[in-house]
């Protein structure tokens, strides 16, 4: 329709123009040149009236077009314009500028869905191109390795050399673990990586997951498994070796105050050994029951615990073998009325332990001084810190100290750390170590 009218327009004009000449041929041939002049102008206005009507599309298709290079949809064409051949144009662009208004709309929409997904699951993602500039980073990634921004790779290799090098060898579509020190923090993330190209530019993706909770709870089920097999095999094996020994001895004891002398001699050193066989035997039954116990504590039973009333039932237990050695015991909790849902008695348990440790390392210092602090984070978490100033824990033994039956201790039995971190793990907590030789060790209990 648009099209017929504008073709029955330019036919009008024309036959005005071809009239118009007309007039003018017979204004001339009579020598009218006043009626020639009024033609000439005539013609000329009708001749810039053609023109104007056959551009006058093309110049509404020109501004559509440069609205849309622009990416300028907020422009209106006239749809009631008072050329009728326009007006289905203009309700043309008018329409079209709305469908690209919506379509732009949608796609500002999925990319804020996509950015607000991105920015609140737990996984960490960072892109970057070939440059090494950085495109993109989540918040978990930020909060994880305490990056407020990141402009440029070569800032995260000064910032974390580690990290910066794993990624560096990280080939696309494979994953690895790498273990990393964030300012207090240590932990274990998993890291796996992809390349893709947008617009001309080759980008690499990497997503990372801090697994430090998850390992640390299959390597505690490992540990438990290896734990429960070796003191079924010890009891199985050890128990009937200190019944057949108390029995010998027994029977042997008989037929000593019956013997001669120097048989009585003899039979009393075999005595002598059968007794520490037996009592040995009796210690490793002993020990063996002790692990076991420790492979199968029971589920937590949760209780809204006070952590005044905790520490303060701390400081009665521990106050008189402390004050032996002279090692004085601190306490802070802020706020004061804090609370947290845990069990008492396992909670109990795994300070006693600590604070234990924590009188062993402390017990040669000039000034011997054990901390328990907790407070609330930002984000509402529980954190339990015990501190002291003693002699620390060396690097080459820090990775080991939560291993079952690792020990520095000459006595010790290596089992209140282990004991503590699967403790931890039951209430779906952490507990962490920083130490500096010399200078004093704090474990965090973060819930």
Request: one cysteine or more.
């Amino acid at each position: 329709m648009t099209f017929k009218r504008l073709k029955f327009g330019i036919v009008l004009r024309l036959l005005v123009l071809l009239g118009l000449l007309y007039a003018a041929e017979r204004a001339w041939e009579h020598g009218k040149y006043a009626l020639l002049g009024l033609a000439a102008l005539l013609l000329g206005l009708a001749v810039w009236e053609l023109g104007r009507h056959v551009t006058r599309g093309n110049q509404a298709l020109a501004d559509f077009l440069a609205a849309v290079q622009y990416r300028d949809f907020s422009q209106h064409f006239n749809e009631a314009h008072p050329n009728r051949a326009l007006r289905p144009l203009h309700a043309a662009f008018n329409q079209l500028s709305v469908t690209f208004r919506q379509l732009s709309a949608e796609r500002e929409a999925q990319f804020t869905y996509l950015q607000t997904v991105l920015q609140l699951i737990d996984t960490g993602i960072i892109s970057y191109d070939a440059s090494g500039t950085v495109e993109s980073i989540n918040e978990s990634f930020k909060q994880t390795l305490e990056l407020p921004y990141l402009k440029s790779m070569a800032t995260l290799q000064k910032r974390l050399p580690v990290l910066h090098e794993v990624i560096g060898q990280l080939q696309p579509g494979a994953s690895t673990v790498v273990k990393l020190t964030v300012g207090s923090k240590t932990m274990q993330l998993l890291l796996s990586a992809t390349t893709f190209r947008l617009q001309g530019r080759e980008f690499t993706l990497v997503a990372f997951k801090n697994v430090s909770h998850a390992l640390d709870e299959t390597e505690t089920e490992a540990w438990q498994k290896l734990l429960r097999v070796m003191t079924h095999e010890i009891m199985n094996s050890v128990a009937p070796i200190a019944s057949l020994a108390d029995t010998l001895r027994r029977d042997l004891r008989r037929e000593l105050d019956a013997a001669a002398p120097p048989v009585q001699a003899l039979l009393g050193d075999v005595v002598e050994g059968i007794g520490i066989i037996q009592n040995r035997s009796e210690g490793l039954l002993r020990f063996s029951q002790v692990y076991r116990d420790f492979s199968t504590i029971s589920t937590p039973q949760l209780t809204t615990v006070y952590l005044q009333e905790l520490f303060r039932s701390i400081r009665g237990l521990m106050t008189p073998q402390l004050a032996e050695t002279s090692i004085e015991l601190l306490t802070s909790v802020e706020p004061v009325d804090l609370c947290m849902q845990a069990d008492s008695r396992l909670m109990e348990q795994v300070l006693i332990n600590l604070v234990l440790n924590a009188a062993y390392a402390v017990r040669e210092r000039p000034q011997p001084r054990i901390e328990l602090r907790a407070q609330q984070q930002e984000d509402g978490r529980v954190v339990l810190d015990v501190g002291d100033n003693g002699t620390g824990i060396t690097p080459d033994v820090l990775d080991s100290i939560f291993i079952p039956f690792f020990t520095t201790r000459r006595g010790g039995t290596g089992i209140g750390l282990s004991l503590a971190k699967q403790i931890m793990h039951l209430h779906k907590g952490s507990i962490k170590v920083q130490s500096v030789p010399g200078q004093g060790t704090d474990f965090r209990l973060e819930f």
